[in-house]
């Protein structure tokens, strides 16, 4: 049986630090909703993986720029399984490496990488109609009318060990990972991780991924939007 879903416009914006449950729940949401799903930090990984690959240093913001207005970046849109592409090389899992995590924050606080990935990513979702979109600065840059705003925050030991679960990783390192990028991308000059004003604010640490997706629903509900 097909679940009956609704098919009008519909934009979700979820931003928040990472190991808050945004991918997960993002996906699932989207899934739910019968919409497309874009991670648009998978976009600035690709970037990041373009880079390393050609050899520049991620510090140098010109000729980073320059990498990435060059650069051919695929990106699917289905929550069930999307794939990432540069220049025609599948990149999905080399995204997710060590070497790329470490650099990502640099190449994604050049100006002009942001301003070229917010042109697609606002290209993207008016194609979509129906769309959850994930990131750190969706709400308040890429879809500022989006008709709901979400902020999935979690504590830091919660975070710390969902993520080193994924990643198979010591805790005690993935903390002091994600310390920093939280650091790099909250004081960036260009679009900082934030929460926006709007936002309604969801403290993930001790709700299951369904709570998440089922208090989301409801909330689009009371939009009239799910």
């Given at each position: 049986?097909?679940?009956?879903?609704?098919?009008?416009?519909?934009?979700?914006?979820?931003?928040?630090?990472?190991?808050?449950?945004?991918?997960?729940?993002?996906?699932?949401?989207?899934?739910?909703?019968?919409?497309?799903?874009?991670?648009?930090?998978?976009?600035?990984?690709?970037?990041?993986?373009?880079?390393?690959?050609?050899?520049?240093?991620?510090?140098?913001?010109?000729?980073?720029?320059?990498?990435?207005?060059?650069?051919?970046?695929?990106?699917?849109?289905?929550?069930k399984?999307?794939?990432?592409?540069?220049?025609?090389?599948?990149?999905?899992?080399?995204?997710?490496?060590?070497?790329?995590?470490?650099?990502?924050?640099?190449?994604?606080?050049?100006?002009?990488?942001r301003?070229?990935?917010?042109?697609?990513?606002?290209?993207?979702?008016?194609?979509?109609?129906?769309?959850?979109?994930?990131?750190?600065?969706?709400?308040?840059?890429?879809?500022?009318?989006?008709?709901?705003?979400?902020?999935?925050?979690?504590?830091?030991?919660?975070?710390?060990?969902?993520?080193?679960?994924?990643?198979?990783?010591?805790v005690?390192?993935?903390?002091?990972?994600?310390?920093?990028r939280d650091?790099?991308?909250?004081?960036?000059?260009?679009?900082?991780?934030?929460?926006?004003?709007?936002?309604?604010?969801?403290?993930?640490?001790?709700?299951?991924?369904?709570?998440?997706?089922?208090?989301?629903?409801?909330?689009?509900?009371?939009?009239?939007?799910?």
């Amino acid at each position: 049986m097909v679940e009956n879903v609704p098919t009008g416009r519909c934009v979700v914006a979820v931003d928040g630090p990472s190991g808050s449950g945004k991918s997960t729940v993002s996906r699932r949401l989207a899934t739910g909703l019968g919409a497309r799903y874009l991670d648009t930090g998978a976009m600035y990984r690709a970037i990041t993986w373009a880079v390393l690959r050609s050899g520049v240093d991620p510090a140098d913001a010109e000729s980073v720029a320059k990498v990435a207005g060059e650069t051919d970046l695929r990106i699917g849109t289905d929550p069930k399984g999307y794939g990432v592409t540069v220049d025609g090389v599948g990149v999905d899992a080399d995204i997710r490496g060590a070497e790329v995590t470490g650099a990502v924050s640099a190449v994604a606080a050049v100006p002009a990488v942001r301003a070229l990935l917010v042109g697609r990513q606002r290209q993207m979702i008016d194609n979509a109609g129906r769309i959850v979109v994930e990131g750190r600065d969706i709400g308040s840059v890429v879809a500022p009318d989006a008709d709901l705003k979400v902020y999935l925050t979690a504590s830091e030991a919660a975070r710390a060990a969902r993520r080193s679960a994924e990643d198979a990783a010591d805790v005690a390192a993935t903390a002091a990972d994600l310390a920093r990028r939280d650091r790099l991308d909250s004081t960036r000059k260009a679009d900082p991780l934030q929460q926006s004003a709007d936002a309604v604010v969801l403290d993930t640490t001790e709700l299951g991924i369904d709570e998440v997706v089922d208090r989301l629903r409801e909330l689009l509900t009371e939009r009239g939007v799910a």
